[in-house]
């Protein structure tokens, strides 16, 4: 089987960059099928533009411009690229990285596809970070990698911990109906629990309001769809469920430090 040293991924390699214990990697990918292989450090792979199918033992993930893959080292799996540009952001982490910080990294053992708009986000700023050629990129790299650890290790634990059920069903809905008008009232009653229940726990568990969390949604799809050049910023708010191009704009600059304009020129900039 493939092994695959730090920095080697299958295709054209636009920039490399070499951290302590970091390596950030921007590539095209040009193989149609990567066979079975593995990777000499734990890693995250953010698809940029276009698809990639990756499979493991256990799962088959479809992945298109938004989806994050986490990998723990030595975690065999294959990808298929489908007709068309693909363009991936990886980060990977060296064990001693892990060590030097007395971080358990024990929990974080083989592939899984992260949903959590929180971490998304965060690994925008990694990517836009690694645009801006100064010497704050490791800095900045190293800070936004310790908050996704933690809260992906936190995901991992609150799964060990078995959440309620309704929070599962919650978070599935709002990610598939984050674009339409939602309600306290209509949510409660599909989860069959009492509003204020829903509203006062909501938290506990998503650690913001449910406002918040939509709008997290909202702007984690406005930054996926960024990778087509072929819609416009209205466009892209309007599909996104905001109510209009400056209300995308203000949530978008909210989140992002930046606005909608500037992540896209620095999304294309190789």
Known sequence: MKHSKKGEFYGDTNKTIYLDGITLTDTVYTHPKVDWHYHEHAYFTFILEGNVIEGNKKEVYNCSPGSLLFHNWQDAHYNIKPDGFTRGFHLEIEKHWFENLSLNSENLEGS???????IKLLMYKVFRASKIEDNS?????????LEIISRLQNNFKAVLDKKPKWV?????????QFAEPLTLEYLASILNIHPIHLSRDFSKYFHCNLGEYIRKLKVEKALSLMSSQNQSFTEIAYQCGFSDQSHFN?????MNEINPSEHKKILFKK
């Open 168 to 176: 599962t069903t919650l978070d599935e809905i709002l990610h598939e």
């Open 250 to 254: 203000r949530c978008f600059r909210e």
């Open 112 to 118: 899984s596809k992260i949903l959590d708009p929180d």
């Open 137 to 145: 990129t490791d800095i900045s790299t190293q800070i936004l990698l």
